[in-house]
């Protein structure tokens, strides 16, 4: 099983500034196969990047993803207010399908 | 643009079977992969599995001996149901379509609560 190692676990930032997610995977993952999801408090997972870089219908730019290997990052370039949530990272590499611990990203 | 809506209990009894449908709107069952993910009070997301269109299903080894997921075609609905539970089983439980070409999931039912408690 690829365990997805989320970090930090909590990101605290000002409006404006760049928050940078870490995910870190235990054996290589494809990058065809890395997603994140954005998290709202009692909301569904709604998806933000797939392949690793490529961003889904709806998500604003502000949101880049990159790496490769075992090393992925999620990247938001200025902090929105909306943009308070959990993140989670998934691999598809390799069955069972995994998700990452989370990261907490919240304004201070 | 496909909808999901899971339905069940919200309360199973500790040894008995979680049983929840998730039905889908605005969109035929007849493709896809058809998935359940969970995530337990406060906690992350766990996959659970998913059933193909075709019946075909494939399961989380820690959950195998316990789950078995179904597809019914004419009622555009999936199924899970999850035997023998304890309160570990207590989550929020989500259904979700695969998008095969992204590799991710695109859709996501709003989730159901489901308590394993005496």
């Known amino acids: 099983e690829i365990v997805l190692t989320q970090s930090p676990g909590t990101l605290s930032l000002s409006p404006g500034e760049r928050a940078t997610l870490s995910c870190r995977a235990s054996?290589?993952?494809?990058?065809?196969?890395l997603t994140w999801y954005q998290q709202k408090p009692g909301q569904a997972p709604r998806l933000l990047i797939y392949g690793a870089s490529s961003r889904a219908t709806g998500t604003p730019d502000r949101f880049s993803g990159t790496g490769s290997g075992t090393d992925f990052t999620l990247t938001i370039s200025g902090l929105e207010p909306e943009d308070v949530a959990v993140y989670y990272c998934q691999q598809y590499s390799s069955l069972p399908l995994t998700f990452g611990g989370g990261t907490k990203v919240e304004i201070k | 643009q496909v909808q999901l809506q899971e339905s069940g209990p919200g309360l199973v009894k500790p040894s008995e079977t979680l049983s929840l449908t998730c039905t889908v709107s605005a969109g035929s069952i007849n493709s896809y992969y058809w998935n359940w993910v969970r995530q337990p009070p406060g906690k992350g997301l766990e996959w659970i599995g998913y059933v193909h269109h075709s019946g075909s299903a494939n399961y989380n080894p820690s959950l195998k001996s316990r789950v078995t997921m179904s597809v019914d075609t004419p009622k555009n609905r999936f199924s899970l149901n999850l035997r023998s539970v304890t309160t570990a089983d207590t989550a929020v439980y989500y259904c979700a379509k695969w998008h095969e070409s992204w590799n991710a999931y695109d859709c996501w039912g709003q989730g159901i609560l489901v308590t394993v408690s005496s």
């Open positions: 054996q290589s993952v494809s990058s065809s196969h």
